[in-house]
């Protein structure tokens, strides 16, 4: 017999360390204000490009490469993503949003998404605190 893979879904099911994480399911980036964030980017098809206007932020999702940026949130608001590469027919609806909140708010959000214990029918785990460390 050999042992799981990565990823195996039976693997995920039993990891005890896993079962507190929190799983967003949404296509809308919530981030913290004033909170430095890597935006990790893959493509498995064509050649994409995340772009958001308002922070003068964008970057290649080149199919079988992993491309990433840093940047923080200075503002709060809701800002807009689009994709900037013509990447097929569906070009024009790779849209979502990013929102930077405040502590509070951005809390309150992440309060109300789910526990992987949670989606997976095991309710008895508590979510795990998120804290922000003050510089």
């Known amino acids: 017999m050999h042992p799981p893979e990565a990823g195996d879904s039976?693997?995920?099911r039993d990891d005890p360390a896993g079962q507190d994480d929190i799983v967003i399911e949404n296509d809308d980036l919530h981030l913290l204000i004033g909170k430095p964030v890597k935006v990790l980017l893959r493509s498995i098809d064509v050649l994409h490009d995340f772009y958001v206007p308002e922070?003068?932020?964008k970057m290649d999702m080149i199919p079988g490469s992993v491309t990433y940026y840093w940047f923080t949130p200075t503002?709060?608001?809701t800002f807009e993503v689009l994709c900037a590469e013509l990447c097929?027919?569906?070009h024009a609806q790779m849209r979502s949003k990013?929102?930077?909140e405040e502590?509070?708010?951005y809390h309150a959000w992440l309060e109300k998404?789910?526990?992987f214990a949670e989606l997976s029918g095991h309710r008895n785990v508590a979510k795990a605190a998120n804290k922000i460390r003050s510089e």
């Open 113 to 115: 998404q789910k526990t």
């Open 88 to 90: 097929g027919a569906a």
């Open 55 to 57: 922070f003068r932020a």
């Open 10 to 12: 039976a693997c995920a």
């Open 103 to 105: 502590e509070k708010d």
């Open 98 to 100: 990013v929102i930077v």
């Open 75 to 77: 503002r709060t608001g």
